[in-house]
């Protein structure tokens, strides 16, 4: 974990961070930036293509149509 981004409590407890646009980022998404920033196009390739992302790859399929 980046000591360097600041943190913020989520839900359950979890662990938050910031995204560079002032978004939270959930503790167990492992991408660098939040799904805003990520956008559509990225959101819908890994609904479509499971498996084109790393990070995607470890959300539930409701969790992905979610974002």
Known sequence: MDASLPHTRGVRDSEA??????????????????????????????IDNPGSCGHCARFTLKSLRRR
């Open 17 to 46: 961070r910031l995204c560079g646009c002032g978004l939270k980022i959930a503790g167990t998404d492992s991408h660098q930036v939040c799904s805003s920033c990520l956008g559509l196009e990225h959101a819908q390739e890994a």
